[in-house]
T-cell receptor, first 113, second 114 residues
């Protein structure tokens, strides 16, 4: 039973480029969450999605960041015109329902040069 | 000069000793708490959880204690092993309508010396 999958594991972008991070939830899970982690800090909630719906994006910056979870395929976190401050580890988690237990993927480490 | 930056609380124990990691949470409305283990370069791994209607829960070699009066959570690891070395985070769910939104503490770095 495969866990949460994320790719790429490492992503390097230059300032101004776009970053696309992908997340495939665990089998049977239809709830996806994105978190961001800066060095030596805990994870910070960004957005919560169900299939084709954004439920809560209160933790996501209003500009340049967007997320989707289409009917088919992985969830995508998209960062446009990246800046150095976007450098962080981005984790995706999934759950069977909105109540509680979230399983995390290995993360994507984004480095902006 | 003065150094600037964040430093994780650290706990160093000998192999075979018991470890206790503490966490203060902030939201009195939270009704669900989780401990995660994060090894270097990996995602958080679920260890154990507890709901607010309990004050203690035991797993395999781990015990979580919840004190709602002082908003304190602790993780006890029995017979700590080198493989337990990692950063440990507590997380709370905030309760209410946003109970899916986990809020993580800063983490504690556990180092187990062989």
């Amino acid at each position: 039973n495969a866990g949460v999958m994320q790719n790429p594991r490492h992503l390097v972008r230059r300032r101004g480029q776009e970053a696309r991070l992908r997340c495939s939830p665990m089998k049977g899970h239809s709830h996806v969450y994105w978190y961001r982690q800066l060095p030596e800090e805990g994870l910070k909630f960004m957005v919560y999605l169900q299939k084709e719906n954004i439920i809560d994006e209160s933790g996501m910056p209003k500009e340049r960041f967007s997320a989707e979870f289409p009917k088919e395929g992985p969830s995508i976190l998209r960062i446009q015109q990246v800046v150095r401050g976007d450098s962080a580890a981005y984790f995706c988690a999934s759950s069977r329902d909105r109540l509680y237990e979230q399983f995390f993927g290995p993360g994507t480490r984004l480095t902006v040069l | 000069g003065e150094s600037v930056g964040l430093h994780l609380p650290t706990l160093s124990v000998q192999e075979g000793d018991n470890s206790i990691i503490n966490c203060a949470y902030s939201n009195s409305a939270s009704d669900y708490f989780i401990w995660y283990k994060q090894e270097s370069g990996k995602g958080p791994q679920f260890i154990i959880d507890i709901r607010s209607n309990m004050d203690k829960r035991q797993g395999q070699r781990v015990t979580v204690l919840l004190n709602k009066t002082v908003k304190h959570l602790s993780l006890q690891i029995a017979a700590t092993q080198p493989g337990d070395s990692a950063v440990y985070f507590c997380a709370e769910n905030g309760g209410g309508g946003s109970n899916y939104k986990l809020t993580f503490g800063k983490g504690t770095l556990l180092t187990v010396n062989p």
